[in-house]
């Protein structure tokens, strides 16, 4: 999972840049392995889905086991 901006995502897959000769090899990439966002970070292509708001509800007092 990273966070980009505001926004949470799961990383699907990483991969070096130069792994990829077009931008629409990136693409078409992306669609075969149905990933919603392509993300840069340096060297990397990460190939990225959305996470939806997460409901949680804090338990105080929790031990840790």
Same mark, same amino acid.
């Given at each position: 999972?990273? &966070?980009?901006?505001? &926004?949470?995502?799961?990383? &699907?897959?990483?991969?070096?840049?130069?792994?990829?000769?077009?931008?629409?090899?990136?693409?078409?990439?992306? *669609?075969?392995? $149905?990933?919603? $966002?392509?993300?840069? @970070?340096? *060297?990397?292509?990460?190939?990225? @889905? @959305?996470?939806?708001?997460?409901?949680?509800?804090?338990?105080? @007092?929790?031990?840790?086991?």
């Amino acid at each position: 999972m990273i &966070k980009y901006g505001e &926004k949470f995502y799961i990383i &699907k897959r990483k991969i070096q840049k130069t792994m990829f000769i077009e931008i629409y090899d990136v693409k078409d990439y992306k *669609e075969y392995i $149905h990933a919603e $966002h392509v993300l840069q @970070n340096g *060297e990397f292509y990460m190939f990225v @889905n @959305n996470v939806d708001d997460i409901e949680f509800e804090e338990i105080p @007092n929790a031990a840790i086991v």
